[in-house]
């Protein structure tokens, strides 16, 4: 069972390093200035903290939940460019992982009212082989993270 968004945010600011919450007017312009609408679970992290570093402070975090003002799309972070060529419109960094790599929002698909997070593995970027989901909801991602206590926990799935 899934534990609920409300302790994974108490565990946030617990255990790690949680930056203060978004005001509701950065969340309005963030949202005007990407053109979606932040889920619940993502709504509520930023309500709660406008980004975080887990397990350790930066430089040594190995997830940095970006704020919402650093939060842009893949293909810019990746490759610098706002192209089709360099990978869809839809997906948009959220969580760095501190080796040029990112955890990405898709915000062209939603299931049970969330969006998926892809990993956004720089080298063969948008190749979807390489590129795939590595949690259904923001709240599975964070709960994962969390417990991994390590670099993408997605890497150790079977």
């Known amino acids: ?3 609920p968004m409300s302790s994974l945010l108490e565990e946030v600011s ?20 990407v053109g979606w609408r932040l889920d619940p679970d993502l ?5 709660h903290c406008n980004g975080a570093e887990l397990i350790e402070r930066l430089p040594d975090t190995p997830y940095r939940i970006l704020p919402l003002s650093k939060i842009v799309r893949a293909r ?32 062209s698909r939603q299931e049970n009212g969330r969006y998926l997070l892809m990993d956004g593995y720089h080298e063969v970027w948008p190749n979807p082989e390489y590129c795939g989901p590595v949690a259904s909801s923001f709240s599975e991602f964070l ?8 670099h ?4 150790g799935k079977k």
């Open 1 to 3: 069972m899934a534990t």
């Open 14 to 33: 617990c255990d790690h390093f949680p930056y203060p919450p978004a005001r509701p007017e950065e969340i309005a312009e963030f949202e005007q200035r």
């Open 43 to 47: 709504r509520a992290f930023y309500m």
């Open 76 to 107: 810019v972070a990746i490759y610098g460019e706002d192209d089709d060529t360099w990978g869809p419109a839809s997906m948009y960094t959220l969580c760095d992982v501190q080796d040029g790599d990112y955890v990405l929002v898709d915000v």
């Open 143 to 150: 709960e994962a993270a969390m417990r991994s206590r390590r």
């Open 152 to 155: 993408v926990y997605w890497l």
